[in-house]
């Protein structure tokens, strides 16, 4: 706890200030949804953007293919916000992994999902605003058009992960029920355990409670976190006010890796 604290008092006096490691250790892992991209109503909503995707190119050149995403969202989906450029990713808070040889490993999904998805399809008919989202491997409970509703579903979620043996992950304005043994952490850890990541600095940059475990783990293995937004607390060291922060912190370092 003191060490969050720490890393708070640190974040703020640093805030849009990233201290990027030498071009030729940077791992760099980001998020997708409220750091690359706006947070939408629906998830549907989030598209690609020109901008974008050539940003995306141009890091991931300059780095040598030191780059990935960790999202909640599914490889498919990834693959579409980032405008059909394919990088090493992690879908479904790690439920998917695909590695910089496009080598993709999956968890089966845990049984529990087939009745828990009638459950919560069943619930979100009874209440116009709720969303259900079908994934690998997982389910998100999404009520941020009903947020009147969100007491209600995080202890229904809690309630069926605990009955069907799902892992209950909590975000902003939805609930998560998985697969459980994966989580963006471990999704790091993994990446940075083979080439082209090994032996680089990893810095996870994300906004969320699911990209915790992202940065208590780069900060584990040498590196830090950037968080997006005000939420506390937090493990990570740094911090970028919003998505249009992140675009611009990520566009200067592609001018400085341009550079090299």
Known sequence: MNQIRQNATSRAAERDAVPWPRPERLALFLDLDGTLAPIAPHPAAVGPTPDRTAL???LHGHL???MA???GRALSEIDRICGGVRLPAAGVHGLQRRDACEHVIETFPAPGLKPVT????A???LHPGVLVEVKPGALALHVRQAQARAEEAAAMAAELAKAY???LQAGDQVFELKTPGANKGAALAAFMAEAPFEGGVP???GDDLTDEHAFEAAQRLGGFGVLVGDRQPSAARHGLADVDAVMTALA?????LERV
């Open 56 to 58: 995306l190119r141009r």
């Open 64 to 66: 040598q293919g030191r």
């Open 69 to 71: 995403i960790l999202s």
């Open 118 to 121: 009638a459950v919560l399809e």
């Open 123 to 125: 619930y979100a008919a």
């Open 165 to 167: 043996g799902l892992e």
């Open 203 to 205: 810095v996870m940059i």
């Open 252 to 256: 200067g370092l592609a001018d400085r």
